[in-house]
């Protein structure tokens, strides 16, 4: 194979490893690196000297970060970036109220099933509704449950046997 179908090759892998690290797994950053490995490599493979490839690598990587820090300053392409991010925010102005964990004071109590849990579903304990999921299994609608778990919002419970 010739050199210059590789640097080809590797140029075409570099910037498809870019463009996967950008829109199809942002954040990752294996890709972005081994498609950047891919792009030094191939300014290195059209040097001559090591010197000159690492001129060439370094100087790439230098105005590649001028351009980016600039991407973000000017505000004809700030209004570029913020179509690809999300600038809105749920506050509880807005009406967004999270829920809150206050449910390990129910762990132990046993209640009765409002409906069939399969495996979630609604419980009665002590007049109070709450949310419930099961360990898994079915439980039908009036049996008695406990409850056995609470992770944060979600309150586990299991068939109690009379």
Do not use: C, H
Not at 10 to 16: D, F
Not at 45 to 70: C, K, M, P, Q, W
């Amino acid at each position: 194979m010739s050199e210059g179908i590789i640097v080809f090759t590797l140029i075409i892998a570099g910037i498809a490893l870019m463009a996967v690290e950008v829109f199809v797994i942002p954040g990752f950053g294996v890709s972005g690196i081994l498609g950047m490995a891919s792009l030094i490599t191939a300014i290195f493979f059209v040097t001559d000297t090591i010197l000159e490839g690492l001129i060439y690598s370094s100087g790439a990587l230098i105005v590649l970060g001028v351009i980016f820090y600039f991407s973000f300053r000017l505000p004809r392409t700030r209004r570029l970036w913020k179509r690809f991010s999300l600038s809105t925010s749920q506050t509880s102005k807005g009406g967004y109220v999270g829920p809150k964990p206050q449910n390990e004071m129910y762990l132990g109590q046993v209640g009765v099933s409002l409906t069939q849990l399969r495996p979630a579903g609604t419980g009665d304990f002590d007049g109070v509704k709450l949310d419930v999921v099961t360990e898994g299994g079915f439980i039908r609608l009036g049996s008695p449950i406990k409850i056995i778990a609470v992770e944060g919002t979600r309150i586990i419970v299991r068939e109690e046997k009379l």
